[in-house]
Nanobody, 125 residues
């Protein structure tokens, strides 16, 4: 079965850190660019960060620049999202998605081939 599985979410205090993982099973991520997205209650899904197939190009939403870092380890078939200096407004379900392409975008559209089931991140004191 081809799927993406996110992990690493949880409850963290403001200013804290979490590292999310996105692991692929049933296929190799070598040929896929990856995007991270999030959706808060009552809001539309929004792009957070994306990384090219080989990891040489990354992009971030303005709201997370300087705080989040995306990376990938193709040998482990996994993409990561390191989240530092977390704020309550970062609270959301975080999803990773894979597109069979050199590059990805921050637009959560139909160009993505696979989506994970999401992992909850809650930032609260």
């Amino acid at each position: 079965q081809l799927q993406l599985v996110e992990s690493g979410g949880g409850l963290v205090q403001p200013g804290g850190s979490l590292r999310l993982s996105c692991a692929a099973s049933g296929f190799t991520l070598d040929y896929y660019a990856i995007g991270w997205f999030r959706q808060a209650p009552g809001k539309e899904r929004e792009g957070v960060s994306c990384i090219s197939r080989r990891g040489g190009s990354t992009n971030y939403a303005d709201s997370v620049k300087g705080r989040f870092t995306i990376s990938r380890d193709n040998a482990k078939n996994t993409v990561y999202l390191q989240m530092n200096s977390l704020k309550p407004e970062d609270t959301a379900v975080y999803y990773c998605a894979a597109v069979f392409s050199q590059i990805a975008t921050l637009t959560p559209g139909s160009e993505y081939d696979y989506w994970g089931q999401g992992t909850q991140v809650t930032v609260s004191s």
